[in-house]
Each structure stands twice: as C-alpha cells, then as structure tokens.
C-alpha cells in the first residue's frame, strides 16, 4: 500500500469551529474521567466503532431518518444491551438519539477517540477506506506513517464506500489520497486541463 501526498488540505479537527461532534466527545470524556471509568469507556468506544464498522445493517439504520427518534434510541439501545455495553456509553447514545444526531454516531466516537489521543500527545490520523481495515492493513499503514516521520500517530477509521478502493489519510494539514475516487478526480481534473 503506498501512501502519496497529493494536496495541501485545510487542518480538519474534530474540535474545528466548535463541531457538534467535538462537543459530545467533550461531554462523553469529561463525564468518564469525572467517575474515574475513563480506560473503561474509551474500550467501549473502540468496540462500539469497530461494531459499525462491521455491520452495514447498522450503518444503513443509523442513517435512516425517517425513523422517529424514541423509537431509533430503544432500537440501539436493545443493541448495545445485547453486546455487553455499560451503562454509561448506553446513555451516552440514548442522549445522542433523542438529539436526533445517531447519523453522527461513528464520527462523534472518532471525537472521542481523537480527543484522548491529543490529550495523551498523539498526533491523530484520520483515515478513511472504503472497508474497515483488516489488522494487516492497519499494521502496515502505522509502519507507512512512521517512515514517514509519524511515530507516535493515533488512526481514528472511518468507513467510506464512496472512495471505491484504496485509502484517504489525513494528518493535519497534510492529506495522503491513494483512493480509487481520487485517482479518478486528478484523471478528470488532468483531462479537463489537456482540452
């Protein structure tokens, strides 16, 4: 897998502008650290993220907004029971539900995620693929970012089938596209320049 910068992009943080996301992240982290159940939430978080990342039906449900949303938190909930979550990521998503913002649940535990990572002085990369990645492709990517001169570097995953294949990292400013969609995007953009 080759990682290849292909742009300078605008620093994207999950704390940019105040971000609904940052926000819960915050409240979820302060709330954890005040019970002294930090390591035990930030686990849960992972679990709960690799979960979506491996369940489509619960990414499609999550997007669905035409489910009412009292109706959409007893149906996650039931869910997070039945996996073992405690009590405190439950509610965490019960308020994240009755908010209407469950469409925003991977991204606000990948706020959570990268929260914990600055605060332990990590630098956070944001990686996007089309699949969840497998623990080959993980360990090979932390071997990539630390030639690359990012050693002590958090991935915080995303799953994004519009990319088709390949990665998207972004580390700051910096934005490393190996995806199948943004190959297509410099042809086209090349072919529009050639006319």
Known sequence: ???VETAEAPQVSSNAAG???HRYALALYEYAGDRSALPEVLDQVRA???LLAESAELRRFLGDQSLE???AGKAFDAVLR??????SIQRFVGVIAQNRRLSRLDEILGAVLALDAKRRGETVA???SA???SVAQRSALQARLAEAGYARVAMVEHVDPALIGGLVVQIGAKLFDTSIRGRLARIQNAMKGAA
């Open 1 to 3: 897998m080759t990682v």
């Open 19 to 21: 971000g609904v996301a």
């Open 48 to 50: 709960l993220r690799k």
């Open 69 to 71: 949303s009292r109706q």
């Open 82 to 87: 039945a996996q073992g979550f405690g009590e």
């Open 126 to 128: 944001e990686v996007r």
């Open 131 to 133: 699949q969840p990645l």
